[in-house]
C-alpha cells in the first residue's frame, strides 16, 4: 500500500511540476507580449513625432522662401533708389526698375495686393509704381479686371512680339486704361 502512496504522490508530483512549468511559460509568453506591444507603441510615438517635425521643417522652409523673397525685393528698390538720389520722381523710377526686375525673373500675372507684399509699399505708391513700369518697359502689361482690380503682367520679347502683331489696332484701349489709372489715384 505504501508503494500505491508513493506512486500516487511522484504521479501527482509530476503533474503540479508540469502544470508550474505550463503556468510559467505562459507568464513568460505574456510578458514578452506586452514587451513587443511597448515597443511598438513606443515606435508609433517615435513615427508621430517625426511626421511633426517633418511638417515643421516644411513650414519653416516655406517661411524662409518666404523671407528670402521679400528680402530680394526690398534690396532689390533700395540699391537704385539710394543710387538715384531721394527725389520722387527718382525714387519712383528706382522702385518701377525693381519691380521689371522681380516680375522679369519669374514672368506671370501679380496683383495690387501681391506687389504690395513683395515691394513693402503702400497700395497708392505701388500703382503708381506699376503705371511707371509700363511707361519704362514695353514687355510689362498692365490689365484692369473685375471690380476695378489691376493686374501687372510681364510678357517675355519673343511673346511681346507675337501679341504686338496680332493686336496692333488695340493700341487705343492703352490710353483708355491710363485714364481710367489716372481717375484712381
Known sequence: MFEELLELY??????????????????????????????????QTDVDLLGRLIDQVDRLSKDVADLKSQLKA?????????ELGSSEGKALDGHAKSLIDIVSERPGRYTTSELVDMLGLNKTTVINVMKRAVDLDP???????????????????????????????????????????????
Open 10 to 43: 511522484k504521479t501527482k508530483a509530476a503533474e503540479i511540476e508540469k502544470e508550474r512549468k505550463e503556468a510559467q511559460a505562459m507568464i513568460t509568453l505574456v510578458s514578452a507580449i506586452e514587451k513587443m506591444s511597448n515597443e511598438l507603441n513606443a515606435r
Open 74 to 82: 526690398k534690396q532689390g528698390r533700395q540699391s537704385p533708389a539710394q
Open 139 to 185: 514687355r510689362v502689361k498692365l490689365t484692369q479686371g473685375k471690380r476695378r482690380k489691376l493686374y501687372l503682367t510681364y510678357i517675355p520679347e519673343e511673346e511681346g512680339q507675337r501679341k504686338m502683331a496680332e493686336s496692333d489696332p488695340a493700341a487705343g484701349d492703352g490710353d483708355r486704361l491710363k485714364l481710367e489709372l489716372m481717375a484712381m489715384t
